[in-house]
């Protein structure tokens, strides 16, 4: 008797850049919210593993793509800048916490604090810099598609 195949899951496809970003941050908000509730250290280690994967890769993206787009098309010397310093001291915690075994407060402490800093700078992102991409001549959606494009190299490569 022959079982039915399943069908292959749905490739993810590029999306509008803050679409985009936007998924990105509600992916580690949770992840960070999923960290607070766990005691297990083999579960915390894990958990910290895929945030410090996700956040390197989305804060290269915005580095990359984004951030040089929308400083160019706004001539924005503000909330780039910012949003860069935001990002390193992002970098620094996950220097602190990844590839680190769980123990003690200062580690949970160090997430903690990653994910405050994390929640701040999407805030800033989604109310400040997304509607002023929206409202400029971005073409957001040829954007996203390069976005999607080194997004998948780069997860390749992790």
Not at 11 to 33: C, I, N, W, Y
Not at 48 to 73: D, G, N, R, S, W
């Amino acid at each position: 008797m022959a079982t039915a195949k399943k069908p292959a899951p749905k490739a993810a496809k590029p999306q509008e850049a803050t679409a985009m970003l936007r998924a990105d941050h509600k992916l580690v908000s949770g992840l960070f919210d999923e960290f607070e509730q766990t005691r297990s250290a083999t579960k915390k280690k894990a958990i910290v593993e895929k945030i410090c994967k996700e956040l390197t890769i989305h804060t290269q993206l915005e580095e990359e793509i984004f951030y040089p787009a929308f400083q160019a098309a706004l001539k924005d010397h503000e909330l780039v800048p910012e949003a860069n310093v935001e990002h390193q001291c992002v970098k620094d915690l996950i220097a602190q916490v990844q590839g680190v075994e769980p123990g003690g407060d200062e580690y949970d402490a160090r997430v903690k604090v990653m994910g405050e800093f994390v929640k701040h700078h999407v805030k800033e992102e989604q109310n400040e810099m997304f509607p002023k991409a929206k409202n400029s001549k971005l073409d957001l959606m040829a954007l996203g598609e390069q976005m999607f494009a080194r997004k998948q190299a780069l997860m390749a490569q992790a």
